[in-house]
């Protein structure tokens, strides 16, 4: 979430829902329009996940803080080097034309599998891009794990969610 403004005035922005989009041949695709009013500019740092097979879009300012946090780690833990090699050194500041599209860069449509087809989910504070095909297979995987989801569940309900 971004927060704006003077210390008088906040306004929070979340990134929520789905939206279904095509990229064309030269790697462009349509910027929500939803989550281009919760962005509050032109521009995001767009990456891959760490986690999932898919790419991570947050505003300028959340990367900012998080390459702080990293800076104050030690730079001889493996992990913080490792996150640093994967995730911030293919990190990319993306624009969003006139025309309100993103070009995203050959690498990121790699890694995450974009092809035609994709997926923007909003995640509160960030972004995921998936492709289509992987988005629907890993939710299909998820609901159709009933033991997953009770963990998942139970997991929930400690934080009171």
């Known amino acids: 979430m971004e927060l704006s403004g003077n210390s008088n005035f906040f306004i929070i922005y979340m990134f929520r829902g789905l939206n ?10 349509a910027f929500p329009i939803e989550f281009r009013q919760a962005l509050a500019g032109d ?7 760490l986690y999932e097979p898919c790419l991570v879009a947050m505003t300028l300012s959340d990367f900012e803080a998080q390459a702080e946090k990293l800076r104050s780690l ?9 996150f640093k090699r994967l995730v911030i050194a293919s990190s990319f500041v993306a624009s969003i034309d006139k025309a309100g599209r993103v070009a995203i860069p050959k690498e990121l449509r790699a890694y995450a599998g974009l092809e035609r087809e994709m997926i923007w989910a909003g995640m509160l504070d960030r972004i995921e891009v998936w492709s289509k095909e992987r988005w629907n297979e890993k939710n299909r995987l998820r609901l159709s ?5 009770e963990k998942l569940r139970l997991t929930l309900e400690k934080f009171g969610l």
């Open 43 to 49: 521009q995001f740092v767009l990456t891959l996940s």
């Open 20 to 29: 279904e989009h095509l990229l064309d041949d030269k790697g462009r695709v």
């Open 74 to 82: 030690p730079a001889s833990n493996p992990a913080v080097t490792e």
């Open 145 to 149: 794990n009933q033991e997953a989801l």
